[in-house]
């Protein structure tokens, strides 16, 4: 099955600094690959995705970048603010197949110091 | 529209004791989801139904069982309750396999 592996597990930024967050996946199929963010004590709330046939998406302060040869994707957010501070999770899926199950990786804590 | 709801909000629970989890969505959304969280593992799937009817396992799908009868509802049981099913569990609903996945507010679990 699908793998997803997410680095850092935790990252601290100053105000208007850019971070990164990079995920890799294991199963070539894979064409969805979803970001979300969860504030504390929130649900999980998608912020941006991107299919397997496009290299760069963005949104605003938030782009998402995938490289398919290599199998991974990063998220990117730049001129952070504080209320950017939340634990975003990188999934993964294969839209194509039998199922619509996602695989996540294991979070990263992002902390945006004033 | 309430879009996904989860009962109940949070529960202490004896070890051995049946329990479940309620979760309803009025998206008309075909799939749906449940996922435990734990701190440092992320969001891990359970259960999993593409369309009323059917259902599959997911990652950690022991211990807990569910049913798909209608489109709306898609319960989560723990048949024999043990501390570690101790969690945060999230049920998740999609219109079809690319699509978003909406997730409900939670229900925290403590098994004693």
């Known amino acids: 099955g699908e793998n997803v592996e997410q680095h850092p597990s935790t990252l601290s930024v100053q105000e208007g600094d850019s971070a990164v967050i990079k995920c890799t996946y294991s199963d070539s199929a894979s064409n969805y690959f979803p970001w979300y963010k969860q504030e504390l004590g929130k649900r999980p709330q998608l912020i941006i995705d991107?299919?397997?046939?496009?290299g760069e998406k963005k949104d605003q302060r938030i782009a998402v970048t995938l490289n398919k040869t290599a199998k991974h994707f990063s998220l990117h957010i730049t001129e952070t603010q504080p209320e950017d501070s939340a634990v975003y999770f990188c999934?993964?899926?294969?839209?194509?197949?039998?199922?619509?199950?996602?695989?996540f990786g294991k979070g990263t804590l992002l902390t945006v110091n004033p | 529209i309430a879009g996904i709801t989860q009962a109940p909000t949070s529960q202490i629970l004896a070890a051995g004791r049946r329990m479940t989890l309620r979760c309803t969505q009025d998206?008309?959304?075909?799939?749906m989801y449940w996922y435990r969280q734990d701190l440092g593992l992320g969001l891990r799937l359970i259960h999993y139904?593409?369309?009323?009817?059917?259902?599959g396992k997911g990652e950690v799908p022991d211990g807990y069982s569910v049913s798909r009868a209608n489109t709306d509802d898609f319960p989560l049981t723990l048949a024999s309750a043990v501390p570690s099913q101790t969690s945060v569990y999230f049920c998740?609903?999609?219109?079809?396999?690319?699509?978003?996945?909406?997730f409900g507010p939670g229900t925290r679990l403590t098994v004693l």
């Open positions: 999934a993964a899926s294969n839209s194509g197949g039998s199922n619509y199950k996602l695989t």
């Open positions: 998740a609903s999609s219109l079809g396999p690319s699509g978003e996945q909406f």
């Open positions: 139904s593409n369309t009323a009817g059917t259902t």
């Open positions: 998206m008309r959304h075909n799939a």
């Open positions: 991107i299919r397997s046939n496009v």
